[in-house]
C-alpha cells in the first residue's frame, strides 16, 4: 500500500496558538480520516471527510480536502496542552464489509503550557 | 457506543514462543476486522483485514503462516503471532466495522508485544 505522507513530522507550539498539519495521498479515495494517537495508545477517530467535500467542521477542528492535489489539512484552534499527540490521516478505500485504511507518516504535536 | 477492546494490553515472552491477541467488540457485531502493527514513533500499518466466517486477506509482505487470524464471531478475532522472534517486537491495533457504519474503524487500545 502507498502510504501518505504528513508535514511537519513534530510540532511544538504554546497553548492558545494554532496548529496546521498537512496530509499527502498518492492514489484515488473515497475519503479521507484524521486520527489522533496518544502514546502508547490506541486511536481515536477524530473526522472523516468524503471526496465530494472540500471543508468540514468538528468543535476546535477544521478539516480541508483538496483532491485535485491529493491534500488535506487539520487544523486544530486555540489549542490545549491535552491536545499533546500524534495526529494520522488514512485514506479509505472499500475493503471487504469494510473501508480500508491507509495511513500517513503521523505529526507528533507537543503543546506547551 | 462502539467499544473494542484488547487481550492482553501488554504481553513479553521468549523467543520461539506463540502469542495470542483477542480483539473483541463489546457493543457491536462487528463484519470486518484490520489487524495492523505499528513500531515506535512510526505509523500503523494494515497486515490484513477478516471477514466473519471467511479466511483474511493479507497484505504484501506480511507472512500468513506466522500471523495467523481468526475471525470466528462477529464479536471476536484473534491474531496468533507463531515463533515469535524479536523483530516482532511491536504495538498491535486491532479495528473493527460494523455493516451499519462501513466507513468507520472503531479501534482497539492495542497489544505492546515484546519478544525476548
Known amino acids: 500500500s502507498q502510504q501518505g505522507e504528513e508535514d511537519p513530522q513534530a510540532l511544538s507550539i504554546q497553548e492558545g496558538e494554532n496548529a496546521t498539519m498537512n496530509c499527502s495521498y498518492k492514489?484515488?479515495?473515497?475519503?479521507l480520516q484524521w486520527y489522533r494517537q496518544n502514546s502508547g495508545r490506541g486511536l481515536v477517530h477524530l473526522i472523516l471527510?468524503?471526496?465530494?467535500?472540500r471543508e468540514k467542521h468538528s468543535g476546535r477542528l477544521r478539516v480541508t480536502l483538496d483532491t485535485s492535489k491529493k491534500s488535506s489539512s487539520l487544523l486544530i484552534t486555540a489549542s490545549r496542552a491535552a491536545d499533546t499527540a500524534s495526529y494520522f490521516c488514512?485514506?479509505?478505500?472499500?475493503?471487504?464489509?469494510?473501508?480500508?485504511?491507509?495511513f500517513g507518516t503521523g505529526t507528533q504535536l507537543k503543546v506547551e503550557l | 457506543g462502539a467499544v473494542v477492546s484488547q487481550h492482553p494490553s501488554w504481553v513479553i515472552c521468549k523467543s520461539g514462543t506463540s502469542v495470542k491477541i483477542e480483539c473483541r467488540s463489546l457493543?457491536?457485531?462487528?463484519?470486518?476486522m484490520f489487524w495492523y502493527r505499528q513500531f515506535p514513533k512510526q505509523s500503523l500499518m494494515l497486515m490484513a483485514t477478516s471477514n466473519e466466517g471467511s479466511k483474511a486477506t493479507y497484505e504484501q509482505g506480511v507472512e500468513k503462516d506466522k500471523f495467523l487470524i481468526n475471525h470466528a464471531s462477529l464479536t471476536l478475532s484473534t491474531l496468533t503471532v507463531t515463533s515469535a522472534h524479536p523483530e516482532d517486537s511491536s504495538f498491535y491495533i486491532c479495528?473493527?466495522?460494523?455493516?451499519?457504519?462501513?466507513?468507520?474503524?472503531?479501534f482497539g487500545p492495542g497489544t505492546r508485544l515484546t519478544v525476548l
Open positions: 479495528s473493527e466495522v460494523t455493516s451499519g457504519r462501513p466507513n468507520e474503524q472503531f
Open positions: 492514489t484515488s479515495i473515497n475519503n
Open positions: 488514512a485514506t479509505g478505500a472499500r475493503a471487504g464489509g469494510g473501508n480500508k485504511l491507509t
Open positions: 471527510i468524503r471526496s465530494n467535500e
Open positions: 457493543d457491536f457485531q462487528a463484519t470486518t
